[in-house]
């Protein structure tokens, strides 16, 4: 091997390069003002920098900024074209946003957006003016923005064990990663907390939260975190560039991150965390969850506590994935094993439980795989649990019918006691209690296998008539006749449980290849849309429209009856297709409209959209289900690639 070959870039490397230099070409840069804490210049900064590239003949305009009253900023706006704001009236108050539509149609090569954390006012395309900045890069933009350090997502509990404060408006790691130029404007605590007494900070009088805010001892935290984050920023793209260009150089370890997800008050903190591991090995991770039984019984607020932190965890980067199985620590264990998983991440118990814990179980499971047992607290106290650690009460009809059946067995027992022997009675007892193991539920099997050894010691058993047992052999008997019907109702409750998720598997997957099938047979673009409308009706009942483009405008080329078509629906569908994103409800765009709307993506180009609303409401749009529904898109994207390319 020649010494020029050793230095030739690895094909990999070239092709990420390529690549990346292609999404330049399309999408704008985003640089980020980056400061510790509010009042270190970082609005003052980027006008001042704003104005130099002005004298330069750059074609800059201001989006939004916030000023603060501050003169000497608001000096700095100055001979600046400013798109006016778009005002926004909400319980009195008039808010002011940035006028998306104005400064795409306008479409300057530099727009400044002031607070990148910000929230925006309901009723707003966005919920976050991140989502309104990525909208400006993807129409070819330059954006210029700011933002502290407390307002990302993964240091949320950082910096709440630093300043006592939750932060509520956070923006992912992702954006600052993908930012094309970090600017860190600091300046040292002392200088800051002379410019907040002197007025330069907050024009008007601060609150004791804001004073709180402002110690040395925070403000020292903050500087430090912020200045890791900027020089870690500063060695990946090292890394990236020594890859890229073959130098040599000391490469980290390939590692993948698992981290349960589970139902639970601490499921964002658990994968903030991950995430924060994942950044410093610079790994791939995964926010895994296993749907078991006990996900039918979660109330509102575990269900809530589970969809936040999958959705986190998809915004910081993560590869959701949700399967169905029994045991989740089995399923985690199989997973890890065949995806070459290095660690695992989970919620330390807090007590030592009667049975193993999922912990427990998977230190036993997963050999050459680290586990780290994070002790992640809630903010609040739990409630109080109600439900019983065996799974819920079985309905009164249950017991009842595990009566009846006892009742029947009982009834035959008389008739053949002179015929059988004692043992075969015996045997004959435990009928009623697999058969309420198999149908009646498990709690109904165990109160069957007691109430028929009490029938069958009081009628069958000297004394008759009598509940005292006068053989220790029988004791010992009935302890084993109950051990053995524990054993089974547990064995058919599990069975019965792989059974339903088998049945729903092979359900949707009947489903999957009949949908796979046609759209390959298909001649006829409206064969696609009619196949694409009946099969995914069949998967998730509800509306559903398909949208694709037509003489530069998106238009409906098939619906079902009940799919209303106005023009504020086809204004959702319309953004989805031209910023190949999702939309609509269960989304962070346009969450206010009455279905969800999604890009028929392939190979980077959108082919149109589906719109789909649900007779289940939110309760469809779990993970697993939006990637069935993003999949579903995918076919019929490339179906009709395939029949518009002859």
Same mark, same amino acid.
């Given at each position: 091997?020649?010494?020029?070959?050793?230095?030739?870039?690895?094909?990999?490397?070239?092709?990420?390069?390529?690549?990346?230099?292609?999404?330049?070409?399309?999408?704008?840069?985003?640089?980020?003002?980056?400061?510790?804490?509010?009042?270190?210049?970082?609005?003052?900064? +980027?006008?001042?920098?704003?104005?130099?590239?002005?004298?330069?003949?750059?074609?800059?305009?201001?989006?939004?900024?916030?000023? @603060?009253?501050?003169?000497?900023?608001?000096?700095?706006?100055?001979?600046? *074209?400013?798109?006016?704001?778009?005002?926004?009236?909400?319980?009195?108050?008039?808010?002011?946003?940035?006028? %998306?539509?104005?400064?795409?149609?306008?479409?300057?090569?530099?727009?400044?957006?002031?607070?990148?954390?910000?929230?925006?006012?309901? =009723?707003?395309?966005?919920?976050?003016?991140?989502?309104?900045? *990525?909208?400006?890069?993807?129409?070819?933009?330059?954006?210029?923005?700011?933002?502290?350090?407390?307002?990302?997502?993964?240091?949320?509990?950082?910096?709440?064990?630093?300043?006592?404060?939750?932060?509520?408006?956070?923006?992912?790691?992702?954006?600052?990663?993908?930012?094309?130029?970090?600017?860190?404007?600091?300046?040292?605590?002392? *200088?800051?907390?002379?410019?907040?007494?002197?007025?330069?900070?907050?024009?008007?009088? !601060?609150?004791?939260?804001?004073?709180?805010? /402002?110690?040395?001892?925070?403000?020292?935290?903050?500087?430090?975190?912020?200045?890791?984050?900027?020089?870690?920023?500063?060695?990946?793209?090292?890394?990236?560039?020594?890859?890229? @260009?073959?130098?040599? =150089?000391?490469?980290?370890?390939?590692?993948?991150?698992?981290?349960?997800? $589970?139902?639970?008050?601490?499921?964002?903190?658990?994968?903030?965390?991950?995430?924060?591991?994942?950044?410093?090995?610079?790994?791939?991770?995964?926010?895994?969850?296993?749907?078991?039984?006990?996900?039918?019984?979660?109330?509102?607020?575990?269900?809530?506590? %589970?969809?936040?932190?999958?959705?986190?965890?998809?915004?910081?980067?993560?590869?959701?994935?949700?399967?169905?199985?029994?045991?989740?620590?089995?399923?985690?264990? !199989?997973?890890?094993?065949? @995806?070459?998983?290095?660690?695992?991440?989970?919620?330390?118990?807090?007590?030592?439980?009667? $049975?193993?814990?999922?912990?427990?179980?998977?230190?036993?499971?997963?050999?050459?795989?680290?586990?780290?047992?994070?002790?992640?607290?809630?903010?609040?106290?739990?409630?109080?649990?109600?439900?019983?650690?065996?799974?819920?009460? #079985?309905?009164?009809?249950?017991?009842?019918?595990?009566?009846?059946?006892?009742?029947?067995? &009982?009834?035959?027992?008389?008739g053949l006691w002179h015929r059988l022997s004692q043992i075969n009675l015996f045997m004959l007892f435990l009928l009623p209690v697999i058969g309420a193991a198999f149908y009646?539920?498990?709690?109904?099997?165990?109160?069957?296998?007691?109430?028929?050894?009490?029938? /069958?010691?009081?009628? $069958?058993?000297?004394?008759?008539?009598?509940?005292?047992?006068?053989?220790?052999?029988? /004791?010992?008997?009935?302890?084993?006749?109950?051990?053995?019907?524990?054993?089974?109702?547990?064995?058919?409750?599990?069975?019965?449980?792989?059974?339903?998720?088998?049945?729903?598997?092979?359900?949707?997957?009947?489903?999957?290849? =009949? %949908?796979?099938?046609?759209?390959?047979?298909?001649? @006829?673009?409206?064969?696609?849309?009619?196949?694409?409308?009946?099969?995914?009706?069949?998967?998730?009942?509800?509306?559903?429209?398909?949208?694709?483009?037509?003489?530069?405008?998106?238009?409906?080329?098939?619906?079902?009856?009940?799919?209303?078509?106005?023009?504020?629906? %086809?204004?959702?569908?319309?953004?989805?297709?031209?910023?190949?994103?999702?939309? =609509?409800?269960?989304?962070?765009?346009?969450?206010?409209?009455?279905?969800?709307?999604?890009?028929? +993506? &392939?190979?980077?180009?959108? +082919?149109?959209?589906?719109?789909?609303? /649900?007779?289940?409401?939110?309760?469809?749009?779990?993970?697993?289900?939006?990637?069935?529904?993003?999949?579903?898109?995918?076919?019929?994207? +490339? #179906?009709?690639?395939?029949?518009?390319?002859?």
């Amino acid at each position: 091997m020649t010494e020029d070959e050793f230095k030739r870039p690895s094909p990999e490397a070239l092709l990420k390069l390529a690549q990346t230099e292609e999404a330049r070409q399309v999408r704008g840069r985003l640089t980020i003002y980056f400061g510790a804490a509010p009042g270190v210049g970082k609005t003052y900064t +980027m006008l001042a920098d704003a104005r130099l590239r002005r004298q330069d003949g750059r074609d800059i305009v201001v989006g939004y900024v916030d000023t @603060h009253g501050r003169a000497e900023t608001e000096a700095l706006l100055e001979g600046l *074209e400013i798109i006016p704001p778009r005002l926004v009236e909400y319980l009195g108050i008039r808010l002011k946003e940035p006028d %998306l539509e104005e400064i795409i149609r306008r479409k300057p090569e530099i727009v400044l957006v002031d607070e990148l954390a910000h929230t925006n006012a309901p =009723g707003s395309r966005h919920t976050k003016r991140h989502q309104d900045v *990525e909208e400006l890069l993807n129409a070819g933009i330059d954006v210029d923005t700011t933002l502290n350090v407390q307002h990302l997502e993964s240091l949320n509990d950082i910096i709440y064990q630093i300043i006592g404060i939750r932060v509520r408006e956070t923006v992912p790691d992702t954006v600052i990663t993908a930012a094309d130029e970090i600017k860190l404007i600091d300046l040292p605590p002392d *200088e800051l907390l002379k410019r907040l007494s002197e007025g330069k900070v907050y024009t008007k009088g !601060i609150g004791t939260a804001v004073e709180n805010f /402002f110690r040395p001892g925070n403000l020292l935290a903050l500087r430090e975190i912020a200045l890791r984050l900027v020089a870690d920023s500063v060695d990946k793209r090292m890394l990236q560039y020594m890859e890229a @260009h073959a130098i040599a =150089g000391l490469w980290p370890v390939h590692e993948r991150v698992l981290v349960g997800v $589970f139902a639970s008050p601490n499921a964002e903190k658990l994968v903030r965390s991950a995430f924060r591991l994942a950044t410093e090995l610079h790994a791939e991770w995964i926010a895994f969850h296993v749907e078991t039984e006990k996900n039918r019984r979660f109330s509102d607020q575990e269900k809530q506590w %589970l969809n936040k932190g999958l959705d986190l965890a998809k915004t910081l980067g993560a590869r959701v994935v949700w399967i169905k199985g029994t045991d989740e620590a089995e399923e985690m264990a !199989i997973y890890a094993r065949n @995806h070459n998983v290095t660690k695992i991440i989970i919620g330390k118990p807090r007590r030592f439980p009667l $049975f193993p814990s999922i912990s427990q179980r998977l230190l036993t499971r997963t050999a050459n795989i680290d586990i780290y047992l994070l002790d992640a607290k809630a903010d609040l106290p739990l409630p109080a649990r109600k439900r019983l650690p065996w799974g819920p009460l #079985a309905p009164p009809v249950n017991y009842l019918l595990s009566l009846l059946a006892v009742a029947v067995v &009982t009834g035959i027992a008389f008739g053949l006691w002179h015929r059988l022997s004692q043992i075969n009675l015996f045997m004959l007892f435990l009928l009623p209690v697999i058969g309420a193991a198999f149908y009646l539920g498990r709690g109904p099997s165990i109160f069957t296998a007691l109430v028929s050894i009490c029938l /069958f010691d009081y009628l $069958f058993v000297v004394p008759y008539y009598s509940f005292a047992i006068a053989d220790l052999e029988y /004791f010992l008997s009935f302890v084993v006749y109950v051990i053995i019907a524990v054993l089974i109702s547990n064995l058919a409750s599990g069975l019965r449980q792989k059974i339903e998720l088998l049945r729903a598997s092979e359900s949707r997957s009947t489903a999957w290849d =009949g %949908l796979s099938r046609d759209l390959v047979t298909a001649v @006829h673009e409206q064969q696609v849309l009619n196949m694409l409308v009946r099969h995914a009706r069949q998967i998730f009942p509800g509306e559903m429209a398909v949208f694709l483009p037509e003489e530069g405008k998106l238009k409906v080329k098939a619906k079902t009856p009940g799919f209303e078509i106005n023009p504020k629906v %086809l204004g959702v569908a319309a953004w989805a297709f031209h910023n190949k994103l999702p939309a =609509g409800r269960g989304t962070s765009t346009l969450p206010e409209a009455q279905a969800l709307y999604v890009p028929m +993506m &392939t190979s980077g180009r959108a +082919m149109g959209v589906l719109g789909f609303r /649900f007779a289940a409401g939110d309760q469809v749009m779990t993970p697993e289900n939006q990637v069935v529904l993003d999949t579903i898109a995918r076919l019929g994207a +490339m #179906a009709l690639e395939r029949i518009w390319s002859r």
